[in-house]
Every structure is written in C-alpha cells, then in structure tokens.
C-alpha cells in the first residue's frame, strides 16, 4: 500500500491508474477508522480496481464549540487497517497541503440542504464538508466514491455537489454498521464512558420507536413524537432534533415516497447522529422537514 501526503503526487498516480485501465474506488475518511470505514473499503474493493483512501481530518467542518485537538488521530493503526481491507493507496496530506499553505479563501456553499437538522445545529459545518468533499473529487478525477449512510445527510449534500458541478464522480451510498446493541459505529463513540455508552443506544431505539410508528399507519409528527419520548427518557440524553423526513430531498415526505428517520442528540461530550429508512409515507403524510 503506497502512502502520498502530496496533492500532486496523489493527482499522477490515480491519473496513471486509469491509464492503466482501473476504475479508481475512493473512500474518504477523516480517520479513527471504526467497522463503518472497513465496510466502505470492502465495498471500494468489490466494485472498483483501485481503492484510494483520504485520510484527512478537515478544519473547516468543526465548529467554535466543537474540540478539533481531541478529535482521534492514529495514522499508524488506520494505515494496517487499510491495508487489511483493500486499499491500495492513501492520501494523508496535512491542512498546510491540503489548502495551499493557509485556510481557503473559496468555499462551496451546498445551498438550502445545508441550513436544516445538522446545518442548523452546527453552522458553517456542511460548507467545510462540501469544500473538502470538492477538493478531493477535484484531484482524484473520474472515480466512484463510497459514503456511509450514518452520515445521511451529508450523502444527500455530497450527491448533489457532484450533480450540481459536474463533478466525474459516482457516489456510492453504503448501509450503516451498527454495533451489538443498535449504535451506529463512529470515530466519536471512543468518548463515551461507561453508562454514557450504554445510553447511547437510545438513537437507535427512538428510531426503531419512530418506524413501528409509521408502520402502524401514524402520521411523521406522531412518529416524531415518539423518537423525542424516547430519547428524553433517557437522563443521559439531551436530544437535538427528531425529524421524519423525505429520503431524497429531506423535505417534507411525499405520498408514497420513501421517507428517512433522523435524530441526533449529545451523550455526555460526545454530539451523536443516527438514521434509519422507512416508507413509503403514508397519504396525508406532514413532518418537519426542512420548511
């Protein structure tokens, strides 16, 4: 497995396995890699020739509030990792290469999208992914590129930043990795003490909750409702929002439409977002949407 911290290199050596005939597969990480990333790698590594990996922990996406100096870093235990599950070669440039010597001056504004659920609760958060995100296609060329579903929303803002620039990419979503009791695997979840871990399994409880909801035929407020219930059940819970959703705008669900479940709260010091699938929606349907 070959190791680049240049962006030029990184550009060449893509370009020359393209040449060579080989669909490039990229995975980006911020590292910390847990089961989710592995799956993405093994993923990149059924459908495509050459599995590219960033490993690149991106300034631009933390908040004044949220600790960029505590966020997990071990280059050494990703890059075994990696090599364990396919990657061929990893982009690991630090912020000083990867944005030109200094913070950029240009950024990519996702729109709309980018102001609810997470954009509302962590402002400026999704223009730090989408600049990022456009850089990386930028230097990686005509490849297709394996996201997680955990993060739901900024696969639906990514999906559309490659639509909207003309970007060569294909953007594969992947299903989520949960561990034993339902959490869904993530670089913060090495913050969670003992009874805060176990609290945390209230995500995907309230969204199991909010699904039986709609399978029983109840409307998204109903649905909404009960996640709320839940995740406030919990003392070690502070929820953020509750929101039934429609799967490809994340609007208001649509009759008939497939219709996506997210919550997010804080466990102790660790901010943690969950989703799951559900629908279609029923007629009538109303949630919260992004009006």
Not at 21 to 41: D, F, K
Not at 225 to 230: K, Q
Not at 236 to 252: C, N, Q, R
Request: glycine share 12%.
């Amino acid at each position: 497995m070959e190791l680049v911290t240049t962006r030029g290199a990184w550009r060449s050596l893509l370009e020359s396995q393209r040449r060579a005939g080989r669909v490039v597969g990229l995975v980006p990480t911020m590292g910390a890699l847990h089961g989710g990333h592995l799956s993405l790698l093994d993923a990149a590594a059924a459908r495509t020739g050459f599995v590219a990996m960033t490993l690149f922990v991106n300034p631009l996406q933390f908040g004044e509030a949220e600790d960029l100096a505590h966020y997990p870093r071990d280059l050494d235990a990703d890059l075994g990792l990696a090599a364990r599950h396919g990657a061929a070669a990893v982009f690991a440039p630090d912020v000083e290469e990867m944005y030109g010597g200094g913070i950029p001056a240009t950024r990519v504004v996702p729109g709309p999208l980018a102001s609810v659920l997470e954009g509302a609760s962590r402002p400026g958060h999704f223009e730090g992914v989408a600049t990022v995100v456009t850089k990386l296609f930028s230097l990686a060329g005509p490849s297709t590129a394996f996201f997680g579903e955990k993060d739901y929303q900024q696969l639906v803002i990514v999906r559309q930043i490659a639509a909207d620039l003309d970007l060569p990419v294909e953007v594969v979503g992947c299903p989520i990795v949960r561990e034993p009791d339902g959490l869904a695997m993530s670089s913060r979840n090495r913050r969670l003490a003992g009874p805060e871990r176990a609290a945390a399994s209230a995500l995907h409880r309230s969204l199991l909750a909010g699904r039986e909801v709609l399978e029983r035929g109840g409307d998204p407020a109903a649905a909404e409702a009960a996640m709320r219930s839940l995740l406030s059940s919990e003392p070690l819970v502070k929820p953020d929002y509750a929101a039934v959703v429609d799967a490809a705008s994340l609007g208001e669900p649509v009759d008939g439409g497939a219709v996506r479940l997210l919550v997010a709260a804080t466990v102790g010091p660790v901010r943690l977002i969950d989703n799951m699938a559900a629908g279609p929606a029923p007629a009538g349907a109303a949630g919260a949407g992004i009006s």
